[in-house]
Nanobody, 116 residues
Framework: QVQLVESGGGLVQAGGSLRVSCAAS????????MGWYRRAPGKQRELVAA???????NYADSVKGRFTISRDNAEKMVYLEMNSLRLEDTAVYYC??????????WGQGTQVTVSS
C-alpha cells in the first residue's frame, strides 16, 4: 500500500525560499515517477515538477529556474526546493506517485502561502 505524507509548507515572504518534502511508503517508490502538483484558490490542480525513476526532471514553465525537484530512493523521499517565491506560488502542494502500472497516488497536500 502506498502512502504519501507531505510536510514543510508554511508562510513565506515573496522572494523567499521554502522546501516541501514528501515521505512515501511502499515498495514501488524507486520505480515510480514522483511529482509535485499544486492547486491555487479558484484554479485547477497543475503539475509543478516531476522526476522519473531514472532521475529525469521536468518543470512547469512558471517555475523553471526557481524550483528544483529531487528524490532520495533510499529514504523514499521527494523534495521540492522553491526559491524566489512569488505571490502566485501560493497554493496547496500535493505529492503524487505514478506507478509503472498506470496507478497514481496522492498525498493530503501542504499549504504554501507567499505574502507580500
Amino acid at each position: 500500500q502506498v502512502q504519501l505524507v507531505e510536510s514543510g509548507g508554511g508562510l513565506v515572504q515573496a522572494g523567499g525560499s521554502l522546501r516541501v518534502s514528501c515521505a512515501a511508503s511502499g515498495s514501488i517508490f524507486s520505480i515510480s515517477t514522483m511529482g509535485w502538483y499544486r492547486r491555487a484558490p479558484g484554479k485547477q490542480r497543475e503539475l509543478v515538477a516531476a522526476v522519473t525513476s531514472g532521475g529525469n526532471t521536468n518543470y512547469a514553465d512558471s517555475v523553471k529556474g526557481r524550483f528544483t525537484i529531487s528524490r532520495d530512493n533510499a529514504e523514499k523521499m521527494v523534495y521540492l526546493e522553491m526559491n524566489s517565491l512569488r505571490l502566485e506560488d501560493t497554493a496547496v502542494y500535493y505529492c503524487a506517485l505514478d506507478t509503472p502500472f498506470g496507478s497514481r497516488y496522492w498525498g493530503q497536500g501542504t499549504q504554501v502561502t507567499v505574502s507580500s
